[in-house]
């Protein structure tokens, strides 16, 4: 018989087994889902840049937020102490103007002072010089001799200089005053500059932290806007994650309906080259007696203890059983535990040929090789030591929320799944990471 008659056997003898019509064209090929999955790994690859980009984004926004927000506390802080030396100036060129007003008045008293001290003595002199005072006669001819005169003489000569440094010092007093006033006024001019200055420094402050706080308001809207991008690049990440789970799970069915149709097609075969003999073998017997008879009842014998091997071999539930451990590296480890994909799921399990969980497949394959692990997924992520993604190796634990899986190098691992697809292949980044833990090396 041919290959291809071979096969259809085969795929009867599944389709049988498992209830269904033989189907012989499925939708998609292996090549067709990898090709699938490289594409949509390369779009998840641009999908989390872009996520990254936007959380780098928004980081850069709140920095620059918070920096702004600085500014404008420290603008505020300065605002504060310039309106208040604002109103600090008023007062002082207030109370200058009032120093002023006091000052104009001491200038007139002093200025009235001088002109009536001037007026007092120019009168005397004129009456002394010009008409003659009665009253400076008077004393010199009360004179009883020439010294009583000289000293009435002295006198008068004191008398004018009593006048004339009264008049100098009330000249000297107005000066002052004038100096004192006109000191005020330049003062108050100093002041009303100073005042000036810092009202305009007031209002360009204000203008400063009116435009600062514009732009911090147009930074919630920027981060409000970032974050929006960084929540649909996550979410679309979360979908790239379920395809790709998608067609891991297309292509390890493809992987398990292709050996079971390969155990078909050799379960197949054998029972008909069996049979073949089997009739071979009856023909011969027509043709030799009984001696032949014996024989054929020998072959029959022979040919049932066969197939029942066959048959027990095919009802062993498709468990893989492997000899013991070898080899101490990380690879050794994860080439071991390779030898069990598709034993089942088992919750709470740590069989690796009658069915463990993901963390009981994984602690009793390191325990073959003579290392104790934690029992639960959780605690596993703190064994070892921890290594980056881009450094992980064969035989690395990857770790992910409540689930663990071995790592076999070039984003592949093996782990116990799910109790419908049991012990299986997959990619490292199917879901997020959470760490990588080396156990070995």
Known sequence: MGNHH???IAAVMLAAAIGIQPVYVQAKTREEIQQEREQKK???????????????????????????????????????????SVSLMQDQISDTEKQIVKAQ?????????EDAQYLAMKKRLRYLYEKGDTSYIEILSNASN??????????????????????????????EVAQKKNDLEDKKSDLETQKYE??????????????????ANDFDAQIAKAKQEAAAYKALIKQQNSELARLDEEENAIIKAEEERRKAEEAAKKAAEEKAKAEEKAAKSSDSGSSDSSSNRSSSSDSSSSSGSSSGSSSGGGLKTVPPASGSSGSDIAAYACQFVGNP????????????????????????????LPRNSAAMRSAGREVSYEAAQAGDIVCYAGHVALYLGGGRIVHASTA????????????????IRRIVG
């Open 6 to 8: 071979w096969k259809k």
């Open 42 to 84: 390369s779009e998840q690859q641009g999908t989390q840049s872009q996520y990254k980009q936007s959380q780098s984004k928004v980081s850069s926004l709140e920095g620059q937020q918070d920096a702004l927000e600085e500014e404008i506390q420290e603008l505020d802080s300065q605002l504060v102490e310039v309106i208040a």
């Open 105 to 113: 008045e001491d200038y007139d008293v002093a200025k009235a002072q």
């Open 146 to 175: 020439w010294s009583g005169m000289l000293n009435q003489a002295n006198y008068v000569e004191k008398l004018y200089e009593y006048d004339k440094q009264m008049l100098n010092r009330y000249i000297l007093i107005k000066e």
């Open 198 to 215: 810092l009202e305009e420094e007031q209002a360009s402050m204000q203008q400063m932290i009116d435009e600062k706080k514009s732009q």
């Open 345 to 372: 799921y088992v919750a709470g399990g740590t069989s690796l040929t009658n069915g463990a969980d993901c963390s009981g497949f994984i602690w009793a394959v390191y325990r073959q090789y003579g290392y104790g």
């Open 420 to 435: 419908r697809t049991g012990i299986k292949y997959g990619y490292a980044n199917y879901k997020p990471i959470l760490t």
